[in-house]
Nanobody, 129 residues
Framework: VQLQASGGGLVQPGGSLRLSCAAS????????MGWYRQAPGKEREGISC????????YYTSSLKGRFTISSDDAKNTVYLQINSLRPEDTAVYYC???????????????????????WGQGTQVTVSS
């Protein structure tokens, strides 16, 4: 499984970005996808996740409201829409995928990063005027 994250860039405060994460390879066992970020000098932070079977979504409570996760199964792509960007959103954003062998219907995606088996290379988001 390979994950390709894209869509980052330099944006002014108050702006918006849509990050993309395209999955390729043997993806039929992927049960969940997640988005994380890591700012300089800080630990990796979970933002949101989405379950592949039924589109269940979860958001870290402190980030809920400005972030929206979605998926396009036809394109094997997961998106993260970020609105009202703030300087403190500056970070490298990573997507991740969890692989499960067996039935993963009704699977509730986890937010803990140790659950995820595959990681994209990260895309830099810089919020600055």
């Amino acid at each position: 499984v390979q994950l390709q994250a894209s869509g980052g860039g330099l944006v002014q405060p108050g702006g918006s970005l849509r990050l993309s994460c395209a999955a390729s390879g043997t993806i039929f066992r992927l049960a969940a996808m997640g988005w994380y970020r890591q700012a300089p000098g800080k630990e990796r932070e979970g933002i949101s996740c989405i379950s592949g079977s039924d589109g269940y979504t979860y958001y870290t409570s402190s980030l809920k409201g400005r972030f929206t996760i979605s998926s396009d199964d036809a394109k094997n792509t997961v998106y993260l829409q970020i609105n009202s960007l703030r300087p403190e959103d500056t970070a490298v954003y990573y997507c991740a995928a969890e692989e499960i062998y067996g039935d993963h219907s009704d699977y509730v995606c986890p937010i803990g990063p140790t659950n995820y088996d595959y990681w994209g290379q990260g895309t830099q988001v810089t919020v600055s005027s």
